[in-house]
């Protein structure tokens, strides 16, 4: 199982994007859900997460305020609303699940919903420029 990101492109500084996270014969409603983000060079940085059952988001220092999560069990989707991007923003996002038990490919990342992270599938690309 891969979770799909989509939704990147370029956008200019100030601007918004909505990114999707989806799979096929997946429910993605039995699990929290985190977004993670990996610049040029750098680690990958955990950016948001959202609780299954009650829906409560948690964001990075770095986003809160500008980023929303949001998750629609009715089409098997998860969103990550971002708003007044920064240039700093500009990474490859991924989606991943909190997994209770762990394969070769779960990556421990302690975050408010959980420290598991499994079903890493291939990210997307936001860039914010000029």
């Known amino acids: 199982v891969q979770l799909q990101a989509s939704g990147g492109g370029l956008v200019q500084p100030g601007g918004s994007l909505r990114l999707s996270c989806e799979a096929s014969?997946?429910?993605?409603?039995?699990?929290?859900i985190g977004w993670f983000r990996q610049a040029p060079g750098e680690e990958r940085e955990w950016v948001s997460c959202?609780?299954?059952?009650?829906?409560?988001?948690f964001y990075a220092d770095s986003v809160k305020g500008r980023f929303t999560i949001s998750r629609d069990n009715s089409k098997n989707a998860v969103y990550l609303q971002m708003n007044s991007l920064k240039p700093e923003d500009t990474a490859v996002y991924y989606c991943?699940?909190?997994?209770?038990?762990?394969?070769?490919?779960?990556?421990?990342?302690?975050?408010?919903?959980?420290?598991?992270?499994?079903?890493w599938g291939q990210g997307t690309q936001v860039t914010v420029s000029s």
């Open positions: 959202i609780y299954n059952g009650h829906g409560r988001g």
């Open positions: 991943a699940a909190v997994v209770r038990e762990r394969s070769t490919l779960t990556a421990i990342v302690r975050t408010p919903c959980g420290n598991a992270y499994d079903y």
């Open positions: 014969g997946f429910t993605l409603g039995r699990y929290r």
